[in-house]
């Protein structure tokens, strides 16, 4: 298989990625891109053989921490998306099923960061301990008690919610 062919295959789970960094579909859908051209311009740097997947997240989390230091030294703000996406859709499965992920996706987001990313990594993404911990540069350890304390706080947040 071509090496863009992998990144294509893989773009479904970069997108969830994306996601739990931004908490904004916009600004997840061009952290997206920006990670796929980093990693098609630096594809020489990629090891055939190991892991595409942990090498494009450790790619987009860069891009992403890139983003964010940008925004804070331009002092931007961004104005939150208005609720009602879901505004004439008549499937009432559909919509119970936005509400939960809206309110998971609510909670996650009220996550520090830190937090948010080893669950995003390790209970959304599937990543085993060592490779979510590779992609974040921290021992294990570490990202062990991150997503300890993250798993915590998200069954206390969708507690209340409930």
Not at 73 to 99: H, K, N, P, S, Y
């Amino acid at each position: 298989m071509r090496f863009e062919d992998d990144v294509l295959a893989l773009l479904p789970r970069l997108r969830r990625f994306a996601h739990a960094l931004a908490r904004s579909p916009s600004d997840a859908d061009d952290l997206c891109q920006t990670a796929v051209e980093r990693a098609l311009t630096a594809r020489a740097g990629w090891q055939p053989g190991t892991r595409l997947d942990s090498w494009m997240y450790r790619i987009m989390r860069n891009a992403w921490i890139d983003t964010a230091r940008a925004r804070s030294r331009a002092a931007q703000t961004f104005v939150a998306e208005e609720a009602g996406l879901m505004v004439g859709d008549a499937g009432d499965r559909a919509i119970e099923a936005a509400v939960e992920l809206d309110q998971v996706m609510r909670a996650m987001a009220r996550l520090p960061d830190e937090q948010r990313e080893a669950v995003a990594l390790v209970l959304v993404e599937g990543l085993a301990y060592k490779e979510a911990a590779a992609v974040l540069d921290i021992p294990m350890g570490t990202l062990t008690s991150r997503l300890v304390r993250g798993r915590e706080a998200l069954m206390r947040q969708l507690g209340e919610a409930a």
